[in-house]
């Protein structure tokens, strides 16, 4: 099976766990994509969703799948979304697509995180994927210099093709942190989280996912935690 044939398992497997009559978190990336094609398909059957990229709402809508804005929704049955990195105890790496606020945002107010990702995803220990890191664009500089003292390299993401930074849709620019080996997932989001200037570390361990679907030669492979 291809890339996106492992995707595509994945995503038609996480409509089981998606909540008829409730509000659904949806993830951004080419997986997320995936999924959104899948709920497209049973869309009536759901009260709506919340985007967590300007991209994901687009797609939504253009499916024709009603998109709430977050402070007009009280809960969110599930958030369903893929990862860049997943372990097994469900801590992650995710913000490869910049979206890392926005999903951590939607995933913290969910009931539920089902992770959606191919198995080339997992891994046992955190950091071969470099880490994003959002900040606010004249911190730029001043968090660099202590996330290189975490031990990682720091390098500005740019815009494709360009050597301007790329914006996200909050306005940030995003740090991606290079040659870490993160053994204590939780402690190192809680630590750069205190860092002034970061809006959002691209680690999910305080908030992991709850279950990981991920796409296997053999079929769907089912991670609980």
């Known amino acids: 099976m291809t890339q996106d044939e492992l995707k595509q398992a994945v ?27 899948e709920l497209a398909k049973i869309k009536d059957s759901i009260k709506g969703t919340v985007a967590s990229s300007e991209a994901t709402a687009a797609r939504l809508a253009g499916h024709g799948i009603p998109v709430f804005d977050l402070n007009d929704v009280e ?10 990195e997943i372990t097994a105890s469900g801590a992650m790496i995710k913000g490869g697509g910049a979206a890392l606020t926005r999903e951590k945002i939607v995933a913290s107010v969910s009931k539920q995180f089902v992770c959606i990702a191919d198995g080339s995803k997992l891994v046992e220990t955190l950091g071969a994927f470099p880490l994003p890191v959002e900040v606010v664009p004249m911190a730029r500089a001043a968090v660099s210099r202590q996330l290189a003292a975490l031990g990682g390299t720091p390098r500005l993401r740019l815009k494709a093709g360009t050597t301007e930074a790329f914006i996200t849709d909050n306005g940030g620019e995003i740090i991606d942190v290079l040659g870490l080996k993160i053994a204590d997932p939780v402690a190192l989001e809680q630590q750069i989280n ?4 970061v809006i959002a570390v691209g680690l999910f361990a305080v908030r992991g996912a709850n279950v990981c679907l991920l796409g296997m030669p ?7 935690y």
Do not use: H, M, P
Request: glycine share 14%; proline share 0%.
């Open 11 to 37: 995503a038609r497997a996480a409509i089981d766990y998606v909540v008829k009559g409730e509000i659904i978190g949806v993830g951004t990336g080419s997986t997320a994509n995936f999924f959104i094609d």
């Open 75 to 84: 809960s969110i049955a599930v958030y369903i979304d893929g990862a860049d």
């Open 194 to 197: 205190q860092i002034v200037g």
């Open 218 to 224: 053999e079929g769907v492979r089912t991670l609980a």
